[in-house]
């Protein structure tokens, strides 16, 4: 599991206010509004998160790349072309 997956792993176990321990039974292909029911204030919850813990400020990310975000995995993708090597 890439360093990225685990942040988005670990804040969306946050969100969705679970035990830290299922982390690794999270799918990464579920849609986040519609599989894990996030409204609109649970995803700005978890992308603040995400880039904090990622070192990617949240104006890094364009209004194209915030559309994309539909999974974990279009998360990890994304933040893969804007987190610091």
Do not use: F, H, W
Not at 19 to 35: H, I, K, P, R, S
Not at 47 to 66: F, H, K, N, R
């Amino acid at each position: 599991m890439s360093r990225l997956e685990t942040i988005v792993k670990a804040n969306l176990e946050k969100v969705l206010r679970r035990n830290q321990d299922t982390a690794a039974d999270l799918d990464m292909e579920v849609d986040l509004a519609y599989g894990y029911g996030l409204t609109s204030l649970d995803l700005i919850m978890l992308m603040s998160g995400i880039c904090q813990d990622a070192g990617v400020p949240l104006t890094a990310l364009a209004e194209d790349d915030i559309a994309a975000l539909k999974t974990p995995a279009d998360i990890v993708a994304v933040l893969g072309q804007k987190a610091p090597a």
